[in-house]
């Protein structure tokens, strides 16, 4: 999962990273709004400086009008809901800073360079040799002398003050399971090191153990962007189809093999929609939510799960939930089997609803519902 810049901030200001202070703006909510100041505007693609995102405004003038015009732009394709409006820093130079994962040498990988700011992309293709590559030995862990080898080779002087920055990140990277964390530019500044920018990615498959965090950025995600936040975040795949079953599985694999056999028994789905194998109560709420809100006049639900490492009685609770709170007056097959099967089918049966073990049996039924069979 992919985080605005506000977000990643915000972690790092948690983290004891230093970040400029600033406020988040919104076109409905223009408070924080001040000069001097640089307007920023919070997308989850980079580039942002280079396409007119990011500007500097002297006056609250200057500022209001710099606000006007981001929120009214598309960068890469995606509307800007929002703006960072920070304090203007006095840059002395510009660094680049990120640790991510080397997938080849599995292993986690600090990236640094002097010549960070906008350009580093072109930096990475013509002067390799401009950026440091230096793997963490994951047992070892982040050693003093790799932290200095950084500082050497960015060339600061504040051994100290740098040795303190870098543990941060790395351990920010660790416990919110990053895939990436990228400051660029990392500023030198006359009070010392700033993080200027932030890029932050979550590990998707870390959801399960990070739930708040997940929650948290997931919530401020959907009020700025609105539903779309959910299908594009989440771990849920929801595609619409020419159908009128509703199918809910619980990973892609067993997700095709019942559109198969939907079709097999003379149906039509819906919708392909999956969860990703990763699953909670919640997850298996906006399922449900994705599938009713996206495609009018479903005439039954095919629910297939298969629990693995999934919970049997997590999907139930999310499916009886779901339900409460929204009554359907159509048809409901939901089979499932595997981990916590009994506890979950006693959920489902002290909430009235009827579950399948047999697959053939559950798509043969939510086929004919459909056709308006008894
Ligand atoms: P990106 O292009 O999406 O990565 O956006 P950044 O947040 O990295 O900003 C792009 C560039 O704008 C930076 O490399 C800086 O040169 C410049 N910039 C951003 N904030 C400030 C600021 O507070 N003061 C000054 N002088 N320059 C800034
Ligand atoms: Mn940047």
């Given at each position: 999962m992919k985080l605005y810049e506000f977000q990643g901030k915000a972690l790092f200001r948690e983290a004891g990273i230093p970040v400029p202070k600033g406020a988040v703006v919104t076109a409905s909510d223009r408070e924080g709004l001040f000069a001097p100041s640089a307007v920023k505007a919070q997308v989850l693609s980079g580039g942002r400086g280079k396409a007119g995102g990011v500007v500097l405004a002297d006056t609250p003038d200057d500022a209001a009008k710099a606000a006007d015009a981001i929120l009214s732009m598309e960068l890469k394709g995606e509307p800007v809901k929002a703006l960072l409006v920070e304090e203007k820093a006095n840059i002395v130079a510009e660094y680049y800073l990120a640790v991510t994962f080397d997938g080849e040498a599995r292993t986690p990988l600090f990236m640094a360079s002097?010549?960070?700011?906008?350009d580093i992309e072109s930096v990475a293709e013509?002067?390799?040799?401009k950026i440091l590559k230096l793997p963490v030995d994951p047992l070892w862990g982040l050693t003093d002398y790799k932290i200095r080898a950084m500082a050497d080779f960015l060339g600061y002087e504040d051994r100290k003050e740098f040795d303190g920055f870098v543990r941060k990140v790395w351990k920010l990277f660790r416990e919110k399971d990053a895939v990436l964390v990228e400051i660029n530019p990392l500023v030198v500044t006359d009070k010392g090191l700033l993080a200027l920018d932030a890029k932050v990615e979550i590990d998707d498959d870390a959801r399960p153990r990070r739930k708040q965090l997940f929650e948290a950025m997931l919530s401020e995600q959907r009020s700025l962007a609105g539903a779309e936040a959910e299908a594009d975040h989440g771990t849920i795949t929801y595609v619409p189809l020419e159908g009128d079953i509703g199918l809910i599985s619980d990973g892609a694999g067993t997700g095709m093999l019942t559109l198969d056999l939907i079709r097999d028994m003379g149906g039509e789905a819906a919708d392909f929609c999956e969860m990703g194998g990763l699953t909670s109560p919640e997850v298996m709420y906006d399922a449900m939510k994705e599938v009713f809100s996206g495609k009018?006049?479903?005439k039954s639900l095919l629910v297939v799960l298969i629990g693995g490492f999934n919970r049997m009685d997590e999907m139930a609770e999310g499916i009886v939930r779901y339900l409460r709170e929204h009554p359907v007056s159509i048809p409901l097959v939901v089979r499932l089997c595997g981990t916590m099967e009994e506890e979950g089918k006693t959920i489902m049966k002290e909430a009235g609803l009827p579950v399948y073990d047999d697959l053939r049996t559950a798509v043969a039924d939510a086929v004919r519902f459909a056709a308006g069979g008894e």
């Open positions: 002097a010549s960070g700011g906008m013509h002067s390799p040799e009018p006049g479903i």
